[in-house]
């Protein structure tokens, strides 16, 4: 008969693969999101009679589990947005009406549901009061009874697109799997998201029972974002790398897998904008396949080596950005020759160090300098005062600090989000 794995949310299958891995969803999970549970296929009583066996009872229970809130940001960064659904959706509907068109048989010829009205069909009750009970098949209405609650929207469950596997169901959760999961497996995770209600079900992925079996070697399944997934950021100095790092480790960890850095302990190849940009050039040269994401300063000097860098017309796998303007920032003390004002330093003074928390009680309120006026951008530049001391408060501070404590993340948060959303515009 074989054994099956399936990636499922409660209790309704997403994807399917009999005797092989199929699509690897390990980039779904994060290390932690390992546990072991009773798997159906697996002879639990050998075991209570050859106990010196039970080491391997524990591979075969083996699965991953995470919330699909939080396999949502892991979603969005790949790509996997609801615009994307929609249009894998409208692709599926569009090749259904072709194939309709040949049919001869009138009743073949479905209007069928929109995309809003698919999610409203997908998302109408809760996963988690849905029946998984399996209906025996000699039970008369079996079909109604699988159906369950269900059976009252049949006349919108025929307006979607029809599969080799609509027809086969035994229980609630297994109608909604056969009827309505015809996108990808990513899609229908977005589809689910839109009710509320869903948000704590669990994501699995029971792989043990495979392995159990002999058809998969344990080394495939493996949790984290796979390389090609992964992120570089360049960004124009080691305290930029540093900090960006770490608020992504503390404050964003279900997506901090996906980002790797340029020597963030180490020694800095770039030290500036010029030469930053000058490493994107080398990168184009040689056609590099990685996704790379440049990451400069939101001040004057940042806003030129960005728009140099710009003019390169960048592929599709490399993007550029410039830390996020920000509320904050439009009324900040500023000092100029003509002394003490309020300015706007988004473009213009904007540097790592501005998303820290400012408050440090052995310092004046913080005030940036104007030093220098860029020609090409018609703007001056100007540098925080004591901004070292800024970076070091923040490297002083626990995890558990940053996290939960007195620490202003507000802005390292906008910070990471536009770092996240450029992240996924970017073509692996």
Not at 204 to 222: D, K
Not at 416 to 424: E, F, R, S, Y
Request: negative net charge; charged residues 25%.
């Amino acid at each position: 008969m074989g054994t099956s794995i399936e990636l499922c949310i409660g209790n309704v299958s997403l994807s399917y693969s009999k005797n092989h891995m199929g699509i690897d969803y390990g980039f779904l999970f994060q290390e932690g999101d390992l546990f072991g549970r009773n798997m159906d296929p697996i002879a639990y009583g050998s075991y209570e009679e050859h106990p010196e066996e039970m080491g391997e009872l524990d591979e075969a229970e083996e699965l991953f589990a995470r919330t699909l809130s939080r396999i949502l940001p892991r979603l969005e960064i790949l790509g996997f947005t609801l615009e994307a659904a929609r249009a894998e959706y409208q692709a599926v509907v569009a090749e259904a009406v072709e194939l309709d068109s040949y049919s001869e048989l009138e009743e073949k010829k479905y209007e069928y549901l929109s995309f809003e009205e698919f999610c409203n069909l997908v998302c109408r009750y809760p996963l988690s009061d849905l029946k998984s009970g399996y209906i025996e098949y000699e039970t008369p209405d079996r079909d109604m009874l699988s159906q369950g609650r269900f059976a009252a929207d049949i006349d919108e469950f025929d307006r979607i697109p029809w599969t080799d596997n609509s027809d086969s169901y035994w229980s609630e959760t297994s109608f909604l799997s056969a009827r309505v999961c015809i996108l990808s497996a990513e899609s229908m995770l977005r589809v689910f998201a839109l009710n509320a209600a869903n948000a704590e079900v669990e994501v699995t992925w029971a792989f043990g029972s495979i392995v159990y079996a002999g058809w998969v070697q344990r080394e495939a399944f493996l949790p984290g974002a796979r390389q090609k997934q992964k992120v570089l950021i360049a960004t124009e100095g080691v305290s930029d790398a540093r900090i960006i790092r770490r608020s992504l480790d503390i404050l964003r960890p279900d997506v901090a897998d996906f980002f790797n850095f340029v020597d963030v302990n180490e020694r800095h190849h770039f030290w500036g904008t010029g030469n930053l940009v000058k490493f994107a050039e080398g990168l184009l040269r040689i056609d590099v396949l990685n996704q790379v994401l440049f990451v400069f300063d939101n001040d004057a000097e940042g806003v030129d080596a960005y728009r140099k860098l710009e003019k390169l017309t960048l592929p599709g796998n490399m993007r550029a950005m410039l830390l996020p303007d920000l509320e904050d920032f439009r009324e900040f003390a500023t000092l100029g020759p003509e002394g003490v004002s309020v300015s706007d330093i988004n473009g213009r003074a904007a540097a790592i160090e501005c998303y820290l928390d400012l408050r440090l009680d052995q310092y004046p309120p913080p005030q940036v300098t104007w030093s220098n006026f860029k020609k090409d951008i018609g703007a001056w530049h100007g540098v925080l005062d004591y901004k070292d001391s800024y970076s070091k408060h923040f490297y002083d501070q626990s995890d558990d600090l940053l996290r939960n404590g007195s620490y202003d993340v507000s802005k390292l948060l906008k910070l990471n989000d536009a770092l996240i959303k450029q992240a996924g515009l970017l073509t692996p």
